[in-house]
């Protein structure tokens, strides 16, 4: 029989790869600290539990329906370094599943599940639990099932305390409700509904204006009584609750996510080569952080339109007789809801009428 001690022989082997960088025991205790997060995701869709090779999900499509599938993919970018100077990961978990869930709304798809890739340096169980929390919380109110993913730890990759978080989402919609409408025209108004902040896109000039060249101190107001860290962390905004019972009606006709090229690059993401979208550049009030940074960095408003939402986080193309009706439901439902221009015949283009530098002297 083999005695107490020799069974745990096979242990050993963990502390050569803990001195080349990898602490198994760190993992194990990362992924204890997360389960209970990622089980409170759990739809009746779900089977199994976490730790498999796979996630299994059951889907049950609608008798007569066309089912579609859609997947997307995407990250958080810098803002991940202010996560880590505040020493709070929580938002950034939220905003990876909220980016991604916006990203397959606007073609008019609900969420399924989704799955995170989260890598580092060296294991660091609390900081995964934070950015796990954040993810399940947003999974939660899309009524999306955090479905898996996977813990890295690669410290010949990565520098000390260096680390990424990546977010992949799949969702359905039926064929005949896929958005953009072959019904876009002239005439349709462009709804604008107001952003949080910079959401997930910017930071790095951001971060080299206020932070790098400004050294601004991120438990202080820049602009408010927030603390810059607070401001700059503000969760990415996800549409999806105030717009879910819209998605099938057909004065609804297109939706576009503002991300990163801002509006001038992601309206034409929407449009055919029969219409262009009119901005009228001061028919939403613009939050202050973006003057900020565009004047302490010398940002003109044109790059500006192209790198920050600049206070509209997604745009809703509705039919004209609608757009009261829709913008009234939408402020109902909490968003911050302007009428920012119309559809005009052209050739898929984005016109910004009003644009000038005084746009971020009128937020000082």
């Known amino acids: ?200 896109n910017g930071y790095s000039l951001a971060i080299r204006v206020l932070l790098e060249d400004g050294a601004l101190p991120l438990d202080e107001p820049l602009v408010g009584d927030e603390p810059l860290g607070r401001t700059l962390l503000a969760v990415h905004r996800c549409y999806l609750p105030s717009l879910r019972g819209w998605l099938r009606d057909p004065r609804l006709k297109g939706l576009a996510h503002i991300t990163g090229g801002g509006l001038v690059d992601n309206l034409p993401r929407i449009l055919d080569a029969k219409v262009s979208a009119r901005i009228e550049v001061g028919t939403w009030p613009v939050p202050p952080i973006f003057g900020e940074i565009a004047r302490r960095g010398e940002v003109s408003v044109d790059e500006a339109f192209r790198v920050f939402n600049l206070g509209i986080g997604l745009v809703a193309v509705v039919a004209a007789d609608a757009a009261d009706a829709i913008a009234a439901a939408l402020t109902d439902a909490g968003e911050a809801v302007y009428r920012i221009g119309e559809l005009v015949p052209g050739d898929g283009g984005v016109d910004l009428v009003g644009a000038s530098d005084s746009l971020f002297e009128a937020v000082a």
């Open 1 to 200: 029989m083999d005695t107490a001690d020799e069974k745990d022989d096979w242990r050993m082997g963990s502390e050569a790869y803990k001195k080349a960088g990898v602490d198994i025991d760190a993992q194990d205790d990362a992924i204890d600290r997360i389960k209970g997060h990622v089980k409170s995701t759990r739809t009746d869709a779900v089977l199994g539990d976490v730790g498999r090779f796979g996630g299994l999900f059951a889907t049950r499509w609608e008798t007569g329906s066309e089912p579609i599938l859609v997947a997307s993919a995407d990250g958080v970018g810098t803002k991940l370094k202010i996560a880590a100077r505040v020493g709070d990961y929580t938002t950034i978990g939220q905003c990876l599943v909220n980016h991604c869930v916006n990203d397959i709304l606007v073609q008019g798809a609900h969420p399924l599940f989704f799955m995170d890739y989260v890598s580092m340096s060296t294991m660091d169980p609390p900081l995964v639990e934070g950015v796990v929390s954040g993810m399940a919380k947003a999974c939660r109110e899309s009524g999306c099932a955090l479905l898996g993913g996977e813990l890295a730890e690669m410290p010949g990759l990565y520098q000390p305390g260096d680390f990424d978080i990546a977010g992949f989402v799949v969702g359905q919609v039926d064929r005949s409700e896929v958005l953009p409408r072959e019904t876009l025209a002239p005439g349709d108004v462009l709804l604008g509904l107001g952003s949080t902040g910079l959401h997930t």
